[in-house]
């Protein structure tokens, strides 16, 4: 069904791209982002196929080289080992619309109460095909969520969308990313961030490099339209602003605001300002409300530290910029505490929230509203020293008043999972055990842990869940789909992805290979060698 407000978008896209409407009958809107609304429709081919379409209609603010990068990634990368392709594209003027084969999916959340433990296990191995497919690319993703990686549970189909944030590796083979490094090189060494004066040169095509001209015209020999060729429509429109990071997380002002009103500093040391090549030394120190956390005095080079206002000499520092994109609960830690060199695991941490979520049943896992709150969330878990020494490896020096404990990651996710689930109601006794270990988890917790039990109640969706699944009850009383035996290799996998070390974290390659997905690995060597 569409609504008004859509089809008056829907409307407003066709007279924006008026080729959309002779190809394109759009349905409806199935996706709203910041830089973005995705459309589903369906081509009116000549031979009579009704064929379903998505149709990302990027904002007409994007970064021409912005919406290059997000393309190319789709079209080099994309069509392969669960990375969603590309089909066409059609450009006017300043609106860029990417078509993509539709994929048919379930909302995450939705979802969860239902899995089984393997299905959950097949659902991370394909994600872990996606990642190493891009990470072999030298892309990284920098926002890998449920929302972006689409599962049909049907066909068992999935993809990994949404480029829109990727950087490269300094190696990446995506031309058009190390483009962007360039700028983003450049807009570091300004001081305003989103605006870019004057038009950059935009070429009328996406310009490829030899490397990538073969597969990228193998994808786009598919071509039934030609994404623009009279100069006006074009790949590329006219510049306007777009940050490369995502403003929303981007900030350099906020980050000051931070720094300077609410004293949760994080200060440079000077090493960092001589040059941004160095691995940067600085102070983190959290403050968790809920738990009661403290700040301690710290030694640095000036005397600030501590009081209330901060010294001339820490505000002639320059401000520390690295990238922050992608959404917070999602966030590695080497980004949350704005380690300059990002590399791909970053995607491997937010891998591992995912199988968090998986495993503990619980979405979304971290829900702070700021980096400081979301590090202490993850402190929580992975233990304040664990946090302290892994920081050391990437420059950091992260203090905090208060040590907490690593957690048990199995106790964890077990004690957190649905205390009810379609099986539960009728086996008291497992229901018993799980509230113990519940009870066990939530020991020693701040708010935030409490508010993570309270937030999801879980026996207000199941009601639910139970009306809905009385009838195939009793067909599933005798298993737990799985949940009443998670082998411990799934908490050791775990653990490798929330390695708060992003040098030992675990790769997707290595992933693919880990012993939980022993009887998947089979499959997947049989389709690389066929
Ligand atoms: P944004 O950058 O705005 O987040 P995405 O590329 O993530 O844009 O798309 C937003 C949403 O649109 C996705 O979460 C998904 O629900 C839907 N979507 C995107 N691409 C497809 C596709 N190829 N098939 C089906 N749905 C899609
Ligand atoms: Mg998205
Ligand atoms: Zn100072």
Not at 201 to 210: D, F, G, N
Not at 236 to 254: A, D, K, M, P, Y
Not at 364 to 375: I, V
Request: include cysteine.
């Amino acid at each position: 069904m569409v609504g008004g407000d859509v089809t008056g978008e829907i409307e407003n896209l066709i007279a924006a791209v008026p080729q959309i409407g002779n190809v394109f009958y759009i349905m409806g809107k199935i996706g709203e982002g910041t830089f973005s609304s995705v459309y589903l429709a369906v081509a009116r081919l000549k031979s009579g196929e009704d064929s379903k379409f998505a149709l990302k209609h990027l904002i007409p603010t994007s970064h021409p080289s912005r919406i290059a990068a997000e393309l190319q990634c789709l079209t080099v990368a994309g069509g392969e080992d669960n990375v969603m392709g590309v089909k066409y594209c059609f450009r006017k003027n300043d609106h860029v619309v990417i078509v993509m084969p539709y994929l048919e999916h379930e909302c995450f959340v939705d979802i969860l109460p239902f899995l089984s433990f393997q299905e959950a296990k097949e659902y991370m191995f394909n994600l872990f095909k996606a990642l190493k497919r891009i990470h072999h690319f030298g892309i990284v993703h920098r926002d890998v969520k449920p929302s972006n990686f689409l599962y049909n549970r049907r066909l068992k189909q999935y993809a990994l969308v949404d480029f829109g944030l990727a950087q490269g590796t300094p190696d990446t083979q995506i031309e058009l990313l190390k483009v962007l490094q360039t700028k983003k090189q450049g807009s570091c060494l300004q001081s305003k961030l989103h605006t870019v004066s004057g038009n950059i040169p935009v070429p009328r095509e996406v310009v490829l490099p030899s490397s990538t001209k073969q597969s990228v015209k193998r994808h786009w020999s598919h071509l039934q339209i030609n994404p623009g060729n009279n100069g006006k429509e074009g790949l590329l429109g006219g510049c306007t602003q777009r940050s490369v990071f995502g403003e929303r997380n981007f900030n350099v002002h906020s980050a000051v605001t931070q720094e300077v009103n609410t004293t949760k500093n994080i200060k440079q040391s000077k090493s960092l300002d001589a040059t941004r090549k160095l691995p940067v030394r600085k102070t983190v120190s959290t403050k968790n409300a809920a738990s009661g956390m403290t700040r301690k005095a710290a030694s640095l080079t000036c005397d600030c530290f501590a009081k209330d206002q901060v010294c001339n000499i820490c505000l002639a520092r320059s401000r520390q910029v690295a990238p922050r994109a992608g959404t917070p609960g999602f966030r590695a830690p080497e980004v949350l505490t704005k380690c300059p060199n990002q590399t791909t695991a970053i995607d491997m941490w937010s891998a591992g929230i995912i199988f968090l979520s998986l495993l503990s049943g619980r979405y979304h896992f971290f829900n702070a509203a700021d980096d400081m709150n979301a590090l202490a969330q993850i402190m929580a878990i992975r233990g304040t020293q664990e946090t302290i020494q892994a920081a050391k490896h990437f420059g950091k020096t992260v203090l905090c008043s208060k040590e907490l404990p690593a957690k048990d990651l199995k106790m964890l996710c077990e004690g957190l999972r649905p205390l009810c689930t379609p099986t539960s109601s009728s086996e008291p006794e497992i229901q018993k055990q799980r509230a113990a270990l519940q009870m066990k988890a939530m020991e020693n917790q701040d708010g935030w842990f409490n508010k993570l039990i309270r937030v999801t109640p879980y026996t207000d969706r199941c009601s639910n869940v139970v009306e809905t699944f009385t009838n195939s009850l009793e067909s599933e009383q005798s298993n737990m789909n799985g949940w009443n035996t998670v082998p411990d290799e799934a908490y050791h996998l775990l653990d490798r992805l929330l390695d708060m070390n992003p040098g030992t974290r675990i790769t997707a390659e290595e992933a693919l290979l880990h012993p939980l997905f022993k009887d998947l690995i089979g499959t997947h060597l049989c389709k690389l060698s066929s």
